[in-house]
Each structure stands twice: as C-alpha cells, then as structure tokens.
C-alpha cells in the first residue's frame, strides 16, 4: 500500500453486522452496519437507550460484539485496541469519566504526555486547545469544581489535544449554551479528522454532518444526507425525535 493510499484510509470506520448484548436475551445492538468515510461528518441520532453509546464503545475496543468493526482499514480486536485507541479520540457523554487530574491543565495535558511529546510541544497543544474551547483562565482550575457544560468542554479538551484521525463524540452539544454550540460547530466542521457523533440532538447533528443514520432499538433504520433525514416528521416520530412541539414555539419567537 503506497503512503497516499494509507493516508486516505486511516479515517474510515466499517461496522458490519455489529450485534451486542450486555445481558442474555437483551441484544442492544441487533445487526448495525455503517460505512464512514475518511474526513467524513457523520451522525447517528436515536431516541434515548437505541444503543447510541453502546455502539460508539465499540469503535475502539471497549466493548466488543459479534460482527466486525474495522478502523481505517483495521479490524478492532484485542491486540489492535492500544493502537487504534491512539487515533480514535472517544468524547464520553459523561465528562466525568475523563477527567481525574487535579487540575484542567494537567487533564489537558494528559493524552499529549502520553503519546511521548516533548514539553514545549505539550505546553503549546495545552494553551492551543485551551483557547480553542474558550477556556483561558480555567487552567489551575479543579475539572470536580466546574459546572457540568464547563467539565463537558474541558473534556473535549483532553481529546482535541490529542489531534486525533478520528474524534468520536457522545451527546457533545449537551449542557452547552448556545454560543458555545455554535463555536463547537465550528470546531468540529475544522476538525482534521473525520468526525462521529452520536446524539439526540438533531438540529446541531443536522447541521455539521453531511450525513445521518437513525438507530432505533439497536438497528439502523435508515442512513441519508442530513437534511432528509431530518425532514422526514413521520420517520423522527416513530423514533420520538420529533421537534414539531418546538416548531410552533420558534415561530412565534423569531
Ligand atoms: N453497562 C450496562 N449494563 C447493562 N445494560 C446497559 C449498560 N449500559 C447500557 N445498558 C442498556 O443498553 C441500552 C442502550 O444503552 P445506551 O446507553 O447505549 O443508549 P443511548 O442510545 O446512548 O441512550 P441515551 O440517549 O440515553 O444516552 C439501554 O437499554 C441501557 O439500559
Ligand atoms: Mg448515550
């Protein structure tokens, strides 16, 4: 395989067939299949427990189902995790599974650390991402002390840092205000990297994903561009995602 040819697969994601189960009898993911391409926005909305963060576990080996996944090329078992764990950036929906150093800037500096980067180089990737998420003036800060969308930015932090091939998301525009959404939208359509999100949100989805797949209870019901996808009322209601409710409220607002 030439470089050229490598470098436009390392962002792929294949999912074929992916089922998971976390107890006996109660499959969660029922037969996923999903191609993602290189440098691509891709989303998958599903209303609550479809199977969005499941599924999202298995791009990197933490959890491990029947079926295959495979990362650029690659497929994910036990003895290709560790590596493919270092070009897949995972954002947990729950910031508070990332975050355990004492302060924000040593979280930050967490991942560039390990990956053996030089000081200077992790000072400037630390004070790089800190203006990136707007966190200036948070780096003595306690990650435990912050407000719950001030933990959530900090660790996208921690990932950004890292300069991932691929950045994983779960419910990243949760607890987030409005600006901050719309700077993350940005952040995300700059991204070097191809891009996953899951998330219930589908107008923030809508607007940065080329294109969206729905999971619902456990299987993809249907994967299109954004905009069908999310023009589709009756599609959204069956799988309670439907905004109609807001509709009549934004109407009479702007
Ligand atoms: N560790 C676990 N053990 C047993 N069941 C689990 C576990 N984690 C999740 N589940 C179940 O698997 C299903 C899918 O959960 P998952 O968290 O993947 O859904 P989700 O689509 O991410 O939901 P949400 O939008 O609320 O985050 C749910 O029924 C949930 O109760
Ligand atoms: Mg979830």
């Known amino acids: 395989m030439t470089p050229k040819n ?16 976390y107890e006996k009898d109660h499959p969660v993911l029922r037969g996923v299949n999903i191609s993602i ?12 427990g479809a199977g969005k963060s499941t599924l999202l576990l298995h791009l990197n080996g933490i959890l491990y189902g029947q079926g295959t996944v495979r990362v650029g090329g690659r497929e994910v078992n036990k003895d290709t995790a560790p590596e493919i ?26 991942g560039p650390l390990n990956m053996g980067l030089g000081p200077d180089e ?19 800060k ?7 969308g001030e933990r959530k930015r900090v660790a996208l932090a921690t990932v950004l840092a890292m300069r991932p091939e691929i950045v994983a998301f779960d419910e990243p525009f949760s607890n987030l205000d409005p600006s901050m959404v719309e700077q993350l939208l940005h952040i995300i359509k700059d991204l070097p990297a191809t891009v996953v999100i899951v998330s219930q949100e589908i107008i923030p989805v809508a607007a940065c994903c080329g294109r969206v797949a729905v999971l619902k209870e456990g299987q993809i019901i249907t994967t299109g561009p954004s905009y069908e996808v999310v023009r589709d009322k009756d599609l959204l209601r069956s ?13 009479k607002i702007f």
């Open 6 to 21: 490598h470098n436009r697969k390392q962002g792929t994601i294949d999912i074929k067939n992916l089922c998971f189960s």
């Open 37 to 48: 391409h290189n440098q691509e926005r891709f989303g998958i909305i599903g209303p609550s």
């Open 85 to 110: 764990r270092s070009r897949v950036g995972m954002v947990f929906q729950n910031p508070d599974d990332q975050l355990f150093n004492p302060t924000v800037e040593e979280d930050i500096a967490f």
């Open 122 to 140: 992790v000072r400037r990737r630390v004070k790089e991402t800190l203006e990136e998420m707007r966190l200036q003036g948070y780096e003595k």
């Open 142 to 148: 306690t990650s435990h002390h912050l407000s719950f």
């Open 239 to 251: 799988c309670s995602l439907d905004l109609s409710i807001y509709e009549s409220v934004c109407k």
